[in-house]
């Protein structure tokens, strides 16, 4: 019968690559690191590591176990934080995973908010990208990430959408299309623009609405930092699509009447994990102050 202590000495010897690491990472000797896996070793009757020197390697056998010890052990994660759901209030460790834009703009005053309601919860936020912040969730790195949301769905992936965000197409004050009063997709194709990368949901959501008309944006420079399009806009760089919340006075705003791309900015976990009372209550934090 496996036990689940050797499992997860399993995992950690396999994470760290060292058997006193993990010694030190699970607060036992090595000898008792040891102990564990040999008993795995023979209760399985494979072998699972390889100790050349003082390099610890996984074997094929213990390379095929690893994946299915870690799902049991999320598992279990899962079945005590579901258990303590009732009983326990809203503390505890939080992980979030958020774009840069929205953690700058959107999140400091909900941050601000939830730290001082639940003062015995500590978040542990990441700053990435939109994109990066959806795997960290599929991966069950996250518990939450907040985002630009994708427009295709997953079946792993719960989204709810918490802000709109509008994109304004902008060009420097002394660009070409500033002083045309009649501007179409078809007119704004004919020029360069700068906008994020082609695997962003921003850059996919506006391609989509220009491939409807058979276009494409003439793209003279990719970047992820909405900071960085504005300044190349200003430079003079081409046009761009950014959130209202950095556009200035030194940016012309062009009226597009058929080029209305907005965004949907919000949460999303992963369907098959319980959700923590913190996280729960982070939601409903976000969704009060929204409405």
């Known amino acids: 019968m496996l036990e689940i202590g050797e499992l997860l000495t399993f995992i950690k010897v396999a994470e760290t690559g060292s058997f006193s690491e993990a010694a030190a990472q699970l607060f036992v000797t ?3 690191i040891s102990k564990r896996i040999a008993a795995l070793e023979s209760g399985l009757g494979v072998t699972l590591f390889d100790r050349i020197g003082r390099q610890v390697k996984l074997t094929e056998a213990g390379t095929r176990l690893l994946p299915k010890a870690q799902k049991m052990a999320e598992d279990l994660q899962d079945i005590k934080r579901s258990m303590t759901l009732q009983i326990e209030g809203v503390k505890g460790e ?9 953690g700058l703009r959107r999140l ?5 908010h939830f730290q001082k309601n639940y003062p015995e919860a500590q ?4 700053f990435t990208q939109s994109e990066e912040a959806y795997q960290s969730v599929l991966k069950g790195n996250a518990e939450l990430g907040i985002i630009t949301l994708s427009n295709k769905e997953h079946p792993l992936i719960e989204a709810q959408p918490i802000w709109s965000d509008p994109l304004t197409c902008v060009v420097s004050q002394d660009h ?8 179409d997709l078809i007119k704004l194709a004919k020029h360069t623009c700068v906008l994020p990368n082609k695997n962003t949901f921003t850059r996919q959501i506006a391609e989509q609405v220009f491939g409807k008309q058979g276009l494409k944006p003439e793209v003279r420079m990719n970047t992820n930092n909405l900071e960085t399009l504005a300044m190349l806009v200003n430079i003079g760089w081409g046009w761009s699509l950014l ?3 950095l556009v200035d006075e030194k940016l012309c705003v062009l009226n ?3 080029l209305n791309i907005e965004r949907k900015l ?3 976990y992963h369907k098959q994990k319980t959700l923590s009372r913190a996280a729960i209550a982070f939601i409903e934090l976000l969704q009060s102050e929204s409405s």
């Open 243 to 245: 959130p209202s919340t």
């Open 30 to 32: 090595q000898p008792a």
């Open 108 to 112: 400091p005053k909900s941050l601000k």
């Open 256 to 258: 597009l009447p058929d």
């Open 176 to 183: 070409p299309l500033a002083t045309t009063k009649d501007v």
């Open 123 to 126: 978040l542990d936020i990441e």
């Open 266 to 268: 919000g949460i999303i």
């Open 94 to 102: 939080l992980r979030i995973s958020t774009s840069h834009h929205i």
